[in-house]
T-cell receptor, first 108, second 114 residues
Framework: DAKTTQPPSMDCAEGRAANLPCNHS???????VYWYRQIHSQGPQYIIH???NNETNEMASLIITEDRKSSTLILPHATLRDTAVYYC?????????FGQGTTLQVKP | EAGVVQSPRYKIIEKKQPVAFWCNPI?????LYWYLQNLGQGPELLIR????????DSQLPKDRFSAERLKGVDSTLKIQPAELGDSAVYLC????????????FGPGTRLTVL
């Protein structure tokens, strides 16, 4: 499975959009991009996944570049409850290999 | 719908003692995972079950760790004997299975070995 690179931390103002980047330059054609998040003292929570096309659900939007070498997770209106570690994972088998993720701090 | 249930939530033991963790997956989920999460790190897969068969246990330290999933539903992860370095959070997850599998995680068991 391809490796991913994420910034270790980001801040976002409450009510604003949070844009979390992820680089996955070695992604192969059959690998999906997954995003999970982990709020303190809880288990990871699935957010969204995609292959080529942009995806949107009730939690977030996933924008994947045309060459698929990077992606951005967008939380359209961040709240304090979105403060968490966000993991970007690339996998073609469903097996999740977690990196250290991005710690998103949403500030009032 | 009930999520993944794990117990206990917290466990404190002395080194060399045995310990066991229990997981009840989401109803109908055939695939079950155990992960280990050290402080400040992402979860690491220990073992994956498809029904009652362990299909990926390559990361399970088999000298002291064991797992079982009798009848393809509940699962137990055991450590015997525990070492100081086993202090971590043990997470259970389940999924329906398949290539684009969404995993649903339980709250984890935080183990402290003294």
């Amino acid at each position: 499975d391809a490796k991913t690179t994420q910034p270790p931390s980001m801040d976002c103002a409450e009510g604003r959009a949070a844009n979390l980047p992820c680089n996955h330059s070695t992604i192969s054609g059959n690998e999906y991009v997954y995003w999970y998040r982990q709020i303190h003292s809880q288990g990871p929570q699935y957010i969204i996944h995609g292959l080529k096309n942009n995806e949107t659900n009730e939690m977030a939007s996933l924008i994947i570049t045309e060459d698929r070498k990077s992606s951005t997770l967008i939380l359209p209106h961040a709240t304090l409850r979105d403060t968490a570690v966000y993991y970007c994972i690339v996998s073609g088998t469903g097996k999740l290999i977690f990196g250290q993720g991005t710690t998103l701090q949403v500030k009032p | 719908e009930a999520g993944v249930v794990q117990s206990p939530r917290y466990k404190i033991i002395e080194k060399k003692q045995p310990v066991a963790f229990w997981c009840n997956p989401i109803s109908g989920h055939n695939t079950l995972y155990w992960y280990l999460q050290n402080l400040g790190q992402g979860p690491e897969l220990l073992i994956r079950y498809e029904n009652e068969e362990a299909v990926d246990d390559s990361q399970l330290p088999k000298d002291r760790f064991s797992a079982e999933r009798l009848k393809g539903v509940d699962s137990t992860l055991k450590i015997q004997p525990a070492e100081l370095g086993d202090s971590a959070v043990y997470l259970c997850a389940s999924s329906l299975g398949g290539e684009t599998d969404t995993q649903y995680f339980g709250p984890g068991t935080r183990l402290t070995v003294l």
